[in-house]
């Protein structure tokens, strides 16, 4: 263990379905990350979040949106998506963002039907 | 921006054996590198990390070099064992940035110990 728990493990979800991706940090970091992992690339940032405040965006589409309602936990709305987005949603968190040992979670592996 | 790339998507070794592995990274300003290592199921556990004033640092069975003159990252495992059996990426920062941990990953290398 990590000390970084994402929920749910697996997620089957229809492109008119609404779901929400929970991760949860117990390491006391002030900053945490979603990163997506698909079959053919490298990992990606998604978000970057410093004490509840957004530091990066990355351009991710409107189709994915963060929320950060405290320093320990970070969620990743999904409504509409499309089969493309499909991968493993990796939570991530550090003891402030210029950290670059970041501790993952075990990852959400979303499925887009 | 940056690129972390990777040469060999697949590295089979005897166990007991040195492993290998090895990466590239196109952006010279980059400050700090970092190897994760992910396993199946799992997402990446941190290894080692190395900063662009040393060409070298060791841990626990694993040392990163860095050659800066070819923008070259690899990751040495000594005695390979079955546990190492996983994913192995190298991901590289750029120097300090207002914008926070830009973390660039490279797309892997697979790293299979036969016994």
């Known amino acids: 263990e990590t000390g970084v728990t994402q929920t749910p493990r697996h997620l089957v979800m229809g492109m008119t379905n609404k779901k929400s991706l929970k991760c949860e940090q117990h390491l006391g970091h002030n900053a945490m990350y979603w990163y997506k992992q698909s079959a053919k690339k490298p990992l990606e940032l998604m978000f970057v979040?410093?004490?509840?405040?957004?530091?990066e965006n990355n351009s991710v589409p409107s189709r994915f949106s963060p929320e950060c309602p405290n320093s320990s936990h970070l969620f990743l709305h999904l409504h509409t998506l499309q089969p493309e987005d499909s991968a493993l949603y990796l939570c991530?968190?550090?003891?402030?963002?210029?950290?670059?040992?970041?501790?993952f979670g075990q990852g959400t592996r979303l499925t887009v039907v | 921006g940056e690129s972390v790339g990777l040469h060999l998507p697949t590295l089979s070794v005897q166990e007991g054996d040195n492993s290998i592995i090895n990466c590239a990274y196109s952006n010279s300003a980059s400050d700090y590198f970092i190897w994760y290592k992910q396993e199946s199921g799992k997402g990446p556990q941190f290894i080692i990390d190395i900063r662009s004033n040393m060409d070298k640092r060791q841990g626990q069975r694993v040392t990163v070099l860095l050659n800066k003159t070819v923008k070259h990252l690899s990751l040495q495992i000594a005695a390979t064992q079955p546990g190492d059996s996983a994913v192995y990426f190298c991901?590289?920062?750029?120097?300090?940035?207002?914008?926070?941990?830009?973390?660039?990953f490279g797309g892997g290398t697979r790293v299979l110990v036969k016994p």
């Open positions: 991530a968190s550090s003891q402030g963002v210029r950290d670059t040992e970041a501790f």
């Open positions: 991901a590289g920062t750029p120097k300090f940035k207002a914008a926070g941990n830009k973390l660039t």
């Open positions: 979040y410093s004490l509840e405040e957004r530091v």
